[in-house]
């Protein structure tokens, strides 16, 4: 696999790519996020070790213009930060996984294996469908152009029927994305889906959502309804 490593702390650096190389992948260095923002725009890895504390621009700002760009390169985050706020914030700009500092190098490699046999993300840039657009880096939608006001909910909800679309997601699939394991106890899944399709209803020319009974739900572009 081919690496970039994003690390101001040489030391670390150098100790993370002496051991790749001992599995004979193929490493290459960024000590600043300046510097890595120029590599990423002219070479392609299949995974990338960022650093938090960075000179120039910081491992999150780095982060966000990574996956603002449509980049899904594969991330995992290292910092020496361990709280729960600081690895929901590494997560929330686009982070595949997050490792805290002091870190075994054996762990290390095992998460490489994994986010590279997973691949690049699919859920960054942009999903469209009909003349919806989901701008996925900002959690906006847009109708020909015209920003949809949605909750946060609704984003998520309308974000992964369009990503299945034309398919049928199911009720309970809905609900994990929404809720996870808990989901509320009343059917609040049917009350969010009647208000997300009145919302889209008033656009003009948007997807519309579908109840496929027994199933679960999908979004149809308009001219196919």
Partial sequence: MRVLIVEDNRSIAESIGEYLSLYDHV????????????????NEYDVMVL?????????????????????????????ACDTVPDRIKGFDKGADDYLVKPFSMDELYVRLQALVARGARKDIGE??????????????????????????????????????????????????????DEPPPSDALRTHVYRL?????????SPQIETVHGKGFKLAPAQTI
């Fill in 127 to 180: 999903v469209i469908v009909g003349k919806l657009k989901l701008a996925l880096s900002s959690d906006t939608a847009y109708i020909e152009d015209e920003s949809i006001k949605l909750n946060r909910l609704q984003f998520k909800l309308l974000k992964e029927l369009a990503m299945k679309s034309p398919a049928v997601v199911t009720k309970s699939s809905l609900e994990y994305v929404l809720w996870g």
């Fill in 51 to 79: 650093d938090i504390m960075l000179p120039k621009v910081n491992g999150l700002e780095c982060l966000t213009s990574i996956r603002n760009s449509g980049n899904g390169i594969p991330v995992i985050v290292l910092s």
């Fill in 197 to 205: 399709r009145g919302i889209l209803t008033s656009h003009p020319g």
């Fill in 27 to 42: 490493v290459e260095y960024a000590f600043n996020g300046e510097m890595a923002l120029s590599i990423l725009q002219h």
